[in-house]
Every structure is written in C-alpha cells, then in structure tokens.
C-alpha cells in the first residue's frame, strides 16, 4: 500500500485508496454516494483571516454535479473591506484535494476550502489563497527553490480554578494532566486536525499557566509539519476554527491572542521555514547551515520590521514583543538562542545512533536520514496575524534574502550568541501597530515587486493598523491596570 495513504486519519483518502492531491470531481461524488453524505460545506478565508461557511443540502446527483463543477455566487463586499457594494458578486470554486468529512456536524457532510473567482473567471489576485499562492510561485520561477513552512500555534484555554491540582504559574511546560489542565481538548483537536488533513507534529501543554481572579488560563501548543507554504497557510487556518468548535463543546473560552494578562506568558504563533530543490532539502551543506539558508535568514531579518504588520495585527501584539522575555525585539539571529529574532533549533548534525544507543536491537542509522528535519524559525508572529498574508510576506522576504548580494555579510552581522536583549546597537522590531504600518509602506516596493502583493491590500492594511492610534501606548498604560484589562479584553478573539 501507498505509504502516503498507510495509516492517513482523513477517511476520504482511505476510503478512495489515494492521496488527497489526486482527488478528482468523480472521486469526491463517489465518496458521497458509497458513504451516505448529506451535505456540504465551502469554505473560504475572508478578509479578516477568518474561515466563512456555505451550507449546501444535496437534493439529488445532478444538483451534486452541478455545485461541484461550477461552485457558487458570494457578496466580496461582506468579504473584503476593498470591495465595493455596487460589483461585489464573486465565485467560490471548491478545491477537491481540501475535502475532509466534517468532525462536527450531526449529519453526515463533506467540507472542502474554495478559491475565489472574480466576475470575469479569473482568479482574485487579492484573494488570501491566490496571495499566498503566488508568492511561492514567484519565488519558484526566480530562484528555482521550494518553500516549506510549519506554524507552532499557541493558546489559552480559560476555566474556572480546579482546587484539588491546582495549576502552578508559569510552570505548565510539557506537564501532564492532572498537573496540566484541559489536555483533552488539545488530543481531541490533534485527532480532528489530522483528519481534516492537517500535518501534525507534536502537542503539549505550554508554560504559560495563570491564575486570575476565579478563573484558570492553561496555555497548550499545536506544532505542525513541513509543508508548502500554500498549504500550511490553510492548515493554520482550519486548525483555529477547529479548536474553538472543540473548546466550545466543553463549554471553554479559547484564546489565540498575543497576550491575555499582562506580566505572564503570551501566545505566538512562530513559523518554522525551510528551502527545498526537486524535494530535497537547502538547509544544510558539509555539516553546517548552508548559505541558501542564510541567505533566506538575511531576508527575514531585512524585512523584519514590515512582516510585523502581517504577523502582529492588533495593539496588544505589543505588550508581548518587549524586552528581556522569550518574545524578540532586536533583529537578529543565532542558533539554539530563544532571545532573537529568527532562531535556528537543535538539527541533528554531528549525532547518529542515539535511537540505536537506548534500543539495541535496532541495525545502524542509515547516514544523514535525519539532516532534513533542519528549519529556521521566526519568532515575532503571533495568532493575530493574518496567515495567508504573513506566509506570503515571508516568501517575498526569502526571495528578497536570496537575491541580495549582500545577503551574507548582512546574515553574519546579525548574528548574536548571547541574551539579544543586552546587544547594543541592534535594530528593533516595531513597538504599535502604527509603526508596523508606517515600515511597511516604506517597504512596500519588496512587497509589490513582480505583482505579488496587490497595492491596494497595503494600502488597506497601513490605514487599518494606523487606525489603532497606538504609538507609545504601552508606555501610557503602564501600570493602568483597568485601561489594559479593557484593551486585552477587546482582542481577546482576535485572528
């Protein structure tokens, strides 16, 4: 059997016997009837990052179809603040290999993602999936090299206080239940995600424990897998709908945000990125991190400054990114080094053996079966970010890194292997949403560059984080306990 289809949890790929990726409009129409499917559902990111829902009942195979081939009408503006009222209508066209049967409904539905169409059958070039899409092909045909990303999604569950284990503050890292509160939720959405598609790595219970008031905040963490850049943009997405449907049925407040009490531990939402060239890894060359991959740092660490505006979208971003925490602030590298920008994590060069050293039955490691597991990390995005925008923003920056001339000396630099709070004369990271605007539209042309970002989405984007008015607004609420509450309160669902 396919080893691609072996063991897959998504029941449409076992039942039909092969990857999702080779899904067509008869297999899904198959699926339906020998499985007894009674409706489905579009899905589609809208403007706001959020995923959007259209029910359809199946009233009989032509009616199936039809929907199937053709999609459906939806109002853009109710979508996208940018579309105007007076030509609003759009199409939503199903993407085939994104179907998954749904893990919540009663009745027995198929949900699949959709692109948008404009009035005219062409793609919307402003559309979250065509942005990020286009990003990665731009960066294909320029450079010759693929773009993996794997996000690390973070958040907090919110209960009342159990009195006979209770929780200890800042001390919930890899604990386990009773210790470690609401690891249920976390398993169950690790088994819905997987099912839905998404490639899974890890769960776990994170530091971030907070006692407040008559409640209890566990904070948990979603890790995924490599995979394009395109496609790990949808599987962040669908997996934040799954987790608050999950969080919801046990009667639970899930929050995403970047900070949910001020002076404990915040949500981000690192990426994790790597380079690939027909399939094989970038990342490394004779035992050490190659000069593609820091090349691809140089990128990040250049356009740092304006991705904020992608990956830190509202105000209380900013009470997380500040100094002497694991959040960065100063724009630089290292390896192993959770105080900088963008970190480069324990590889597995220079170790062999170590599974056959605690199990000595098994034969000898194949040499260099593990080099392919090396990433680079950036760590300033949080849940409020806007996925497809972010992971579009990233491909440019790598685009950016491997076309700089002087993409090395600028990655050797940069580079800190000490606490990066105590390094004078380093670059910082923006500190309001307002600023973040104000360097994106200085770095605006990078984005714009081949088409990729459309210059009305920038424009929008600045006017709505300047809109915030938050310049220096950490300062004027220093020690404003009330004020902070009420701003923590207001993005408390936000992304």
Request: one cysteine or more; charged letters at 25%; hydrophobic letters at 40%.
């Amino acid at each position: 059997m396919d080893k691609e289809v072996s063991l897959n949890p998504n029941q449409i790929v076992s039942h039909l016997n092969k990857p999702s990726r080779d899904f067509t409009r008869a297999d899904i129409m198959r699926f339906i009837e020998e499985r007894g499917i009674r409706q489905i559902n579009f899905r589609y990111v809208g403007g706001d990052g959020r995923l959007k829902t259209l029910n359809f009942v199946i009233n009989n195979h032509r009616h199936l179809e039809h929907v199937l081939s053709t999609g459906e009408r939806v109002d853009g503006s109710s979508l996208f603040s940018y579309i105007s009222a007076t030509s609003s209508d759009l199409y939503v066209v199903p993407r085939f290999r994104t179907a998954f049967v749904n893990p919540f409904n009663e009745i027995p539905t198929i949900d699949m993602l959709c692109s948008y169409f404009t009035s005219n059958g062409e793609p919307l070039e402003s559309a979250p999936e065509s942005l990020v899409y286009r990003a990665h092909d731009v960066l294909k045909q320029k450079s010759g090299v693929e773009f993996q990303a794997m996000g690390e999604l973070e958040y907090y569950l919110i209960s009342e206080i159990d009195s006979i284990y209770p929780i200890v503050q800042q001390k919930g890292y890899h604990e386990s239940h009773p210790f470690s509160k609401w690891g249920c939720v976390r398993r169950e959405a690790l088994k819905v995600i997987s099912e839905m598609g998404g490639s899974i790595k890890y769960g776990h219970a994170e530091v971030g424990n907070i006692i407040h008031d008559d409640q209890e905040m566990v904070q948990h963490e979603i890790e995924f897998l490599p995979e394009d850049v395109e496609v790990a943009a949808d599987q962040l997405v669908l997996a934040k709908w799954a987790i608050r449907e999950i969080a919801y049925k046990y009667g639970l407040e899930v929050s995403f945000a970047p900070k949910i009490i001020v002076g404990h531990a915040g949500s981000g939402m690192h990426v994790h990125t790597r380079l690939l060239r027909n399939g094989e890894s970038l990342m490394v060359r004779d035992g050490r991190l190659s000069d593609d991959a820091r090349r691809m740092i140089a990128g990040f660490l250049t356009l740092a400054p304006s991705l904020t505006a992608f990956g830190n979208t509202v105000p209380t971003s900013f009470l997380r990114l500040v100094p002497h925490q694991e959040a960065p602030t100063a724009i630089c590298w290292g390896d192993r080094n959770r105080s900088v920008l963008v970190r480069v994590p324990l590889g597995w060069l220079g170790v062999s053996d170590m599974i056959r050293r605690v199990n000595p039955l098994e034969p000898p490691a194949r040499d260099g079966s593990t080099r392919d597991n090396q990433t680079v990390e950036l760590r300033s995005p949080d849940g409020s970010a806007n996925v497809h925008q972010l992971l579009a923003g990233m491909a440019v920056a790598v685009r950016h890194g491997l076309e700089n001339p002087d993409a090395l000396n600028i990655a050797e630099k940069l580079y800190v292997s000490t606490d990066a709070s105590k390094v004078a004369d380093l670059e910082q990271l923006p500190a309001s949403c307002y600023e973040a605007a104000q360097r994106l539209l200085a770095q605006r042309e990078i984005y714009e560059k081949d088409g990729v970002f459309p210059a009305d989405m920038i424009d929008k984007l600045a006017a709505q984080l300047k809109s915030y008015d938050d310049k220096g607004l950490s300062e004027k609420l220093y020690g404003n306990e009330q004020e902070l509450k009420k701003l923590v309160s207001r993005f408390i669902h936000c992304g």
